[in-house]
């Protein structure tokens, strides 16, 4: 079982900078895949970010690809989410996710192991 925490989220304005944190607890975080997901008030819930076991690979959104950078430090078990340069758009509840899956997928049903979320609103 691995248990979600996330944290860091709050009020910024545009072109600012936020950092997420997600401890992990659990005995299998360093074989879990991690990835972080966002979701507008009446949107569907969309990946941002993915990183594999190790770290060595990384998927992003085009959407955030070159603003936000995923991380993942295992020896204590957290994963990091830096949002550079942040958007309105950006806007919504960011929550940290895990899968055993192989790879790095970008799907919300692969995901199986989800944080209660954290609020990121980004003014204009």
């Known amino acids: 079982q691995v248990q979600l925490v996330e944290s860091g989220g709050g009020l910024v304005q545009a072109g600012g900078s936020l950092r997420l944190s997600c401890a992990a607890s659990g005995r299998t975080f360093s074989s879990t895949t991690m990835g972080w997901f966002r979701q507008a008030p009446g949107k569907e819930r969309e990946f941002v970010a993915g990183?594999?076991?190790?770290?060595?690979?990384?998927l992003y959104a085009d959407s955030v690809k070159g603003r936000f950078t995923i991380s993942r430090d295992n020896a204590k078990n957290t994963v990091y989410l830096q949002m550079n340069s942040l958007k309105p758009e950006d806007t919504g509840v960011h929550y940290c996710?895990?899968?055993?899956?192989?790879?790095?997928?970008?799907?919300?049903?692969?995901?199986?192991?989800w944080g209660q979320g954290t609020q990121v609103t980004v003014s204009s």
């Open positions: 990183i594999g076991w190790i770290g060595g690979r990384t």
């Open positions: 996710a895990g899968t055993r899956r192989v790879g790095v997928p970008n799907e919300v049903d692969d995901y199986g192991y």
